[in-house]
């Protein structure tokens, strides 16, 4: 499995919301995976993942979010620097929880995610604080 470094925090505040229904629908079959089996091995990385396999801004293997100042590539740097773990780097998904209980805090998640439209719910500052 491939994520990408802030899907990270989005898949700890997920809903069941999102783009559209197949959107929704991958996005959560990928959060139950690692919900049930946190063993899984994955892939972290800085660019398009499964979670955009299903994304409306993705255009063939391309983010069109990513290429900007403040962008999602941005924010993806951002996570993985914080968790110390370069892109590329695999995983267990286990430990990159461990890794995300121990630097991913509420002044992290204001700073990372400030640009993000999705912050205003709430939803994944939830998330990480049921890391705890």
């Known amino acids: 499995m491939i994520i990408r470094g ?3 925090l989005c898949m700890l505040g997920f809903k069941g919301l999102g783009y559209d229904r ?3 629908k991958n996005m959560d ?4 995976k690692l919900k049930d089996d946190d063993d899984v091995l994955i892939k972290l990385v800085d660019s398009v993942d499964n979670i955009c396999e299903k994304c409306p801004h993705n255009f063939s ?4 979010n990513e290429h900007h100042k ?3 590539k941005d924010m993806d740097d951002a996570v993985l620097k914080i968790l110390q773990i370069k892109p ?3 995983m267990r998904y286990k430990d990159v929880k461990a890794k995300m209980k121990l630097f991913i805090k509420k002044d992290v998640f ?3 995610c400030s640009n993000c439209d999705w912050k205003k719910y709430g939803y994944c500052i939830e998330g990480v604080e049921s890391l705890k």
């Open 29 to 32: 079959k990928i959060v139950k």
């Open 22 to 24: 197949d959107f929704i």
């Open 88 to 90: 590329g780097t695999y």
């Open 70 to 72: 403040d962008s999602i």
């Open 110 to 112: 204001d700073v990372v």
């Open 6 to 8: 802030h899907h990270l």
């Open 61 to 64: 293997g391309v983010c069109k």
